[in-house]
């Protein structure tokens, strides 16, 4: 039942019940942790077992104990069974139990028949509850860990390695600093008893949200409610986040490696999140300006559609790892503090400066005129279709309904149409002045011939945009590229940094 490991680590199982989860509360006949129950006449049951605890939390020197510890719930065996024990019971059933780990969360997963429900609660219970903590589990645990950020991030995927340099530089520091699976010196350090110490800290009833959807029945809910007593009450687990390190100017990172294209991470610390009143507003810009794998959305268009630099340029104010792979964001990614992000997938290495001064010119655009009445209307009305579609199997619906109650809403859906019939064209263009910048923001490059792009960028040489032969543009976009050709991007040499791809998340 192993797949890809990365710090999401397991598969999301697709159910057909499109239901309404509970809203969380705290189940004190259940020894004080929360709940979002919703009981149901559907054949599947599917939980979602959520800690308030991740990555943050890694000591220093530690960085992947949070990851390595779920892994050593989810993939390894209990005290009674072996590993291989479990995925051969899973396998009849149709089923599994996986884990996705990020900085302040922890949240293990899975989906069964209810003709199979005691049986295979019988297994994950074990892996979660007692835990076999295996040596051998520990070592094939670490290996394939070591081996994801060597070879599957570091090596083999440009879009992701940009994507996660740029996060630990801007939270350098910083509890969010590290790669949530670790730096490769920490996890060859990393003991069987970091994990077991880890686990007993931090996996407890104070920072339990436990999830049940579908059709179980009131005494499967007791077993349940009585088993999570066998976790200690323990503290709250609970970061103290400092705010990240101002940006000054632009500060340009490029990664050398071997490789036939170049991706581009632009990105700077937001002080809000979906707790915060101006979220809504921003998320409507941030949709307009780059609304994940919409065609219509205006970087897309810039970049890919007008001028064929790319497959996709996007924008975030939410972490949204593995973009790649999937439409739409996974739940349970709770940060409390976000970044502004635009992801300019790879480019040919010749127009890869061109490429980054149209994300800055549209950006510096967006900011100095704000949206009009006619795209401000158009975005807020395919947002209100999108947040129906963010969630359409029961996990997710219970990941939505978990995230709700961490950050203070209620369900998501009427959360964002809530705000947004409450938005106008001046929330949205005030709050784009207040939050966006062109000018103090991190960049992360992806390129081969790392010297020649920092000189050609810091020179601020012109990088004139050429099409294939026969092929026509309007005017506009001829006498536009013009101007985005010779824009300065101000990035002076002390503002450089070029770092060979084998040190990346080395340390």
């Known amino acids: 039942m192993r797949a890809r490991r990365t710090h999401r680590l397991a598969t999301t199982f697709v159910l057909v019940a499109i239901i309404a989860a509970g809203s969380a509360e705290t189940d004190r006949a259940a020894g004080g942790f929360k709940t979002v129950l919703n009981q149901t006449k559907d054949p599947l049951v599917s939980f979602r077992i959520l800690f308030n605890v991740g990555a943050a939390a890694d ?49 293990f997963t899975g989906t069964t028949h209810v003709d199979t429900l005691d049986a295979y609660y019988g297994l994950v219970s074990a892996m979660l509850l007692d835990p076999g903590f295996r040596d051998e589990d520990f070592k094939r645990v670490r290996d394939d860990t070591l081996n994801y950020i060597k070879v599957s991030l570091r090596e083999n995927n440009e879009e992701e390695r940009g994507k996660e340099r740029l996060y630990t530089e801007i939270y350098a520091g910083h509890p969010y600093g590290h790669l949530t699976a670790g730096t490769l010196a920490a996890i060859e350090k990393l003991t069987i008893d970091d994990v077991k110490a880890f686990y ?32 200690p009450e323990g503290p709250v687990a609970k970061i103290a986040l400092p705010a990240p ?99 300019i997938r790879p480019v040919e290495p010749a127009n890869a400066h061109f490429a980054l001064r149209v994300a800055m010119y ?45 950050y203070g809403y209620d369900d998501y859906v009427a959360f964002v149409r809530r705000g947004l019939d409450a938005l106008t064209l001046a929330d949205v263009n005030a709050a784009i002045r207040k939050h966006l910048t062109a000018e103090n923001l991190r960049i992360v490059m992806i390129a081969k011939d790392a010297e020649g792009l920092r000189d050609s960028i810091v020179g601020d040489s012109p990088s004139p945009m050429t099409y294939g032969e026969g092929a026509t543009k309007p005017r506009e976009i001829l006498d536009e590229d013009k101007v985005i050709s010779a824009l300065p991007l101000r990035i002076p040499a002390g503002n450089v940094t070029i770092v060979p791809v084998a040190e990346v998340f080395a340390r």
């Not at 000591?59 to 590993?83: C, F, I, N």
């Not at 129906?388 to 995230?403: C, N, P, R, W």
């Open 362 to 406: 549209e950006l510096q655009r967006l900011i100095d005129r704000g949206l009009t009445q006619e795209q401000f209307e158009e975005t807020r009305k395919f947002l209100r279709k999108n947040a129906a579609l963010v969630a359409k199997t029961q996990s997710e619906i219970q990941g939505y309904a978990l995230d709700a109650a961490a």
């Open 245 to 343: 390190k101002p940006i000054e100017g632009r500060r340009l990172t490029i990664l050398k490696k071997e490789t036939r294209a170049t991706a581009i991470s632009i990105g700077f610390p937001i002080g809000l999140t979906r707790s915060d009143k101006d979220w809504i507003a921003l998320d409507v810009a941030r949709s307009w300006l780059g609304q994940h794998r919409n065609s219509s959305a205006w970087l897309f268009q810039r970049i890919r559609e007008i001028r064929g630099l790319n497959y996709g340029d996007y924008a975030y104010i939410e972490y949204f790892p593995r973009g790649m792979f999937q439409f739409m964001p996974d739940p349970n990614l709770f940060r409390r503090q976000q970044i502004f992000q635009v992801w």
């Open 200 to 231: 007993r800290q931090n996996y407890t009833r104070a920072n339990l949200v436990l999830a049940i959807s579908g059709g179980y029945g009131d005494a499967f809910l007791d077993r349940v409610r009585n088993d999570m007593q066998k976790l």
């Open 59 to 107: 000591p220093a020197g530690k960085e992947g104990l949070a990851a390595m510890t779920a892994s050593m719930v989810s993939d390894a065996g209990s005290r009674t069974m072996k590993y291989e024990e479990i995925v051969q019971a899973f396998y009849p059933m149709a089923t599994g139990f996986g884990g996705q780990v990020d900085k302040e969360m922890t949240v």
